[in-house]
């Protein structure tokens, strides 16, 4: 099948950011068909260096933490420092339309790249950048990773840390900068659509800290109400107790949804060959489970110790309600349902490899994009210089000023 244009394509974005955050916007905008060109630093991003869960430099092959937020790129080695490094950007910058950052707003105005000074040069442009803490305040300036920004001062740590632990829980890598993202691109693809509408461009701003609160938006609400969202302690729940986690014979764990529990509740009796909980009156409706939740909750408890995690699961699959098995990540790669829907694609690189990454979750027309490996540190600095109209004895010239690697 031949391969579907990108949603994207011939769109140019240029890139000048590192880490994880607004990288991985870019290659989202990469995957949809953008020509992303990324401006690294002679030295390269620093997370190149970054050796973190075997998926780093520390992983003895592909760098997988680089490819995932940058496939899909070319990339650019130049010297922003000097004169003739700052004004190939800006020729870079007359053919883009939109410009990706996470240059704090300190180090982007010595450069003459704020946002004032690119939108009066190029009114067309969509100026998208990604923060730590928002454009506007007193730590505006600051330098916020998704650890700090999001996860630590964005409400995340404390809300989801149980009140018996002495410090909060660790974050996960790149939680809040891949979601910042996917918050970034959509914003992204907002502005270009406004720009086909009204000839202009625009600023596109998303902040780990928004990104955190959006994330947590129940827990603002009831915050906003005057409540303090705090982790549960232990297993306490609410009134439903078909709402919750229940371990099974071997240690495992099934997660029951039924929000609407007298919906399933026989049902679920039935199918376990208790029609005894049925009966039970104390058991009859929502309200009666709320009131006597204790007992029911012994009771299912008693139920689920019973059958090991598979058998759970191929009994649960008899009936129609909103129950999930909790997987570890490592049964993902398996997952019939991350199979059959392309959630894991694969790269092929040139010299007959290939390596795995998870895909974009927006699909169009039922497929992901296809991914295309990430680029090494300025591998396409000539390439691009050329189409810029510089001849091999000026980009011999630009090596010799150490203006490109």
């Known amino acids: 099948m031949a391969e579907a244009p990108g949603a994207l394509d011939g769109v140019r974005v240029v890139e000048l950011a590192q880490w994880v955050f607004v990288p991985v916007a870019g290659a989202l905008l990469a995957d949809w068909g953008a020509d992303v060109i990324r401006i690294e630093r002679l030295e390269g991003d620093p997370y190149r260096g970054l050796a973190t869960q075997g ?92 650890s700090s920004a999001f996860f630590a001062r964005g409400g995340m740590a404390h809300v989801l840390t149980p009140p018996e632990r002495d410090y909060p829980i660790s974050q996960r890598g790149a939680m809040g900068d891949r979601n910042g993202a996917m918050a970034l691109a959509f914003g992204v693809a907002a502005a270009l659509l406004r720009r086909e509408r ?65 919906r399933y509740w026989a049902d679920f009796c039935q199918l376990v060959g208790r029609a005894d909980l049925a009966a039970d009156p104390r058991f009859a409706d929502l309200r009666t489970r709320g009131a006597n939740r204790d007992a029911c909750v012994a009771a299912l408890d008693a139920e689920f110790a019973s059958r090991t995690f598979e058998e759970w699961k191929d009994l649960l699959s008899g009936i129609n309600a909103p129950w999930a098995p909790v997987q570890a990540v490592e049964e993902l790669l398996t997952d019939p349902q991350v199979l059959a829907n392309d959630y894991l694609g694969e790269v092929h690189v040139e010299d007959g490899s290939t390596y795995r990454l998870p895909t974009v979750p927006v699909q169009f027309d039922e497929r992901p994009p296809p991914l295309r490996r990430a680029p090494e540190h300025g591998e396409h600095t000539e390439e691009i210089l050329l189409e810029l109209g510089r001849t091999w004895e000026q980009i011999g010239e630009l090596n010799e000023a150490k203006v490109i690697p």
């Open 198 to 262: 009204t000839g202009s461009g625009s600023v596109v701003d998303v902040s780990l800290l928004a990104t955190a609160m959006w994330t947590l938006s129940s827990d603002v609400l009831s915050a906003l109400s005057g409540s303090e969202p705090r982790a549960m302690p232990g297993r306490t729940g609410g009134p439903n107790p078909l709402v919750g986690t229940y371990r099974t014979k071997d240690g495992r764990h099934i997660q029951l949804v039924f929000l609407e529990a007298d």
């Open 55 to 146: 998926i780093g430099t520390d992983s003895g092959g592909v760098n997988l933490s680089v490819a995932l937020a940058n496939r899909g790129k070319r990339s650019i080695a130049l010297d922003l420092r000097r004169e003739q490094g700052r004004a190939l950007l800006d020729e870079l910058l007359a053919t883009a339309d939109v410009f990706l950052t996470n240059f704090r707003p300190g180090a982007l105005s010595r450069l003459g790249l704020d946002a004032d000074t690119l939108r009066q040069r190029f009114p067309r442009l969509v100026y998208a950048r990604g923060h730590g803490y928002g454009a506007r305040g007193p730590d505006a300036d600051l330098p916020g990773y998704d």
